[in-house]
Each structure stands twice: as structure tokens, then as C-alpha cells.
């Protein structure tokens, strides 16, 4: 299990009682990292690679509990057929090279996405550190793997559709919690931080349910280069917002906490 460092928040000015339980990441930028050292585009999806393995044990270290990873797109698809290959092959040795570090830090795996597209090795590999890592209690790391946002609410509305079909459900109860249990990971709570690197601005068909009232914070650090510094100014950010949710903050010094959302999701809390 990561080691907290709720010291090395305060001295970034960071109050460690408030760190976002649940932190995004659109992780842009591995081919522009790639290109600008005249490396191929696959270089830097390696390089990405570490970067995810250097978060995700900061998050763990820094009390976040659950950090959602947009890893491939539904519209990935489109890219060069040997740069798809090549980030296929990625993540199904990270999934067994992984494993190890997983368990020993306690981290909990899910995925969100079409996962049934999969090619059959990246699959299996995934599918299998799900299952082994599904007791730890840890940070929950949520793989966005063929995912698109449209394409979840998609396949929510589908549910539904059988569910009236069936006449489990009238459509006059179809409402946003209904909506909310049928997505890839009701489990999870809305993430509470958008972070996009490599300086885009656009949220490319991710969360688009979930992320109704995220902070968002962008930099313009490619996703291989992002480090330790770049999460806690972040983070630093997303403590400096007054998060109102649509209503009004009564007092200037009204606390973060007290501006809560309205309680939307099925299982609100990360157990």
C-alpha cells in the first residue's frame, strides 16, 4: 500500500483533507513528445506508459481514491494500423508486467469501455488483473480502454430501453440516477478534477456524464513529461475553485465542502 505524504502537500500549500477523491486524465501528447526528439510515435506511447506508472503511485501517496485513465478512445481506432498494434501490445505486457505492483500497493483495477472489442490477448490480460486485484482497498484505477463518452451513454440508454421493454421500468421513473446506474462504473463517484495535458482544449468525448461539475485544469506539459510538480499544481488548482454546483456561495470564506453536488449517482462513496 502507498505511503500517504500528507507533508509534502502542505508544503505546496496543499490541504490534504481536500485532495479530489476522483481525478480524470485525458493523457495527451505522446506523439508530439515523440515527434519533437525525432523518435516514432510508438516511443512516446512507452514513455506514456511510465508516466502512468509514476501517477498512479502518486496518487496513491498523495490520498486520492480513485484516478480514471483515458487510455484508448473509441476513435483511436482511426490511427495508422501498426501505431494501433504497437499500443495493443503495450497494454497487454503492462497488464503482466503490472500485476506485482498492483497488488503490492493495493490498488484496485476496473475498466470502462467497449472492452468486448478488445483484441482477445489485451482482453484476457486486463480482465485478469481485474480479477485478481478486485479485494484491494486501495486507489481504484479506472481504464477508459475503447471508451467514448457518446458510445457509454449509448449503451446506458440501451439498458434502459430492455428494462421498459421488459416492464421492469415505466418510463415516467427513468431519471438521472436511473441514467447514472446504468453507465460502465456506477460504483464510482463523478471525478471531482478534469486534467488535460499537452494544452488542448476540448474534453474529446470523455466522461461526458460523469464530468458535468469537474474542475478542469489544463497544461500544456506533454502527458511523457508529467511529473510529481505537475500533479500537485493541479491539485493546487482544483483547491483554489469555490465549487458552487449552480447555487451560491453565502460567504466569501464558505468552505469547498459545504457547496456540495446534488447526490446524483447510486453509490456516491469509493469503498
Known amino acids: 500500500m502507498s505511503e500517504l505524504r500528507p507533508d509534502k502537500l502542505r508544503e505546496c500549500g496543499i490541504d490534504p483533507e481536500r485532495v479530489p477523491a476522483h481525478?480524470?486524465?485525458?493523457?495527451?501528447g505522446n506523439g508530439r513528445w515523440a515527434s519533437h526528439r525525432g523518435l516514432p510515435r510508438l516511443e512516446g506511447h512507452r514513455?506514456?506508459?511510465?508516466?502512468?506508472?509514476?501517477?498512479?503511485?502518486?496518487?496513491?501517496?498523495?490520498?486520492i481514491k480513485a484516478l480514471t485513465l483515458y487510455t484508448f478512445s473509441a476513435e483511436n481506432w482511426r490511427r495508422p494500423r501498426?501505431?494501433?498494434s504497437g499500443i495493443m501490445k503495450l497494454i497487454a505486457s503492462a497488464a503482466h508486467q503490472e500485476l506485482r505492483k498492483l497488488m503490492d500497493e493495493g490498488v484496485q483495477l476496473r475498466l470502462s469501455g467497449r472492452t468486448d472489442d478488445l483484441p482477445d490477448f489485451v482482453?484476457?490480460?486486463l480482465l485478469d488483473d481485474v480479477r485478481r486485484t478486485q479485494d484491494n482497498t486501495g486507489l481504484i484505477l479506472n481504464l477508459a480502454i475503447n471508451y467514448g463518452?457518446?458510445?457509454?451513454?449509448?449503451?446506458?440508454?440501451r439498458q434502459i430501453a430492455l428494462r421498459v421493454q421488459r416492464g421492469e421500468l415505466s418510463p415516467d421513473d427513468i431519471d438521472e440516477r436511473t441514467i447514472a446506474a446504468s453507465l460502465y462504473q456506477p460504483g464510482l463517484p463523478d471525478p471531482d478534477l478534469l486534467i488535460r495535458t499537452a494544452g488542448e482544449m476540448r474534453i474529446s468525448n470523455f466522461l461526458l456524464w460523469q464530468i458535468a461539475y469537474a474542475e478542469l485544469h489544463v497544461t500544456h506539459v506533454l502527458w511523457p513529461d508529467f511529473g510529481e510538480e505537475d500533479l500537485l499544481k493541479a491539485i493546487a488548482d482544483y483547491q483554489s475553485r469555490v465549487r458552487k454546483?449552480?447555487?451560491?456561495?453565502?460567504?466569501p470564506g464558505q468552505?469547498?465542502?459545504?457547496?456540495?453536488?446534488?447526490?446524483?449517482?447510486p453509490a456516491p462513496s469509493i469503498s
Open 123 to 125: 482482453r484476457q490480460a
Open 47 to 63: 514513455r506514456g506508459y511510465k508516466t502512468v506508472d509514476r501517477v498512479v503511485r502518486l496518487a496513491g501517496e498523495f490520498g
Open 82 to 84: 501498426s501505431e494501433i
Open 255 to 265: 468552505d469547498l465542502a459545504s457547496a456540495a453536488a446534488p447526490d446524483l449517482s
Open 23 to 28: 481525478i480524470a486524465i485525458i493523457m495527451d
Open 245 to 251: 454546483f449552480g447555487g451560491v456561495v453565502n460567504s
Open 149 to 157: 463518452g457518446r458510445g457509454e451513454l449509448v449503451d446506458a440508454f
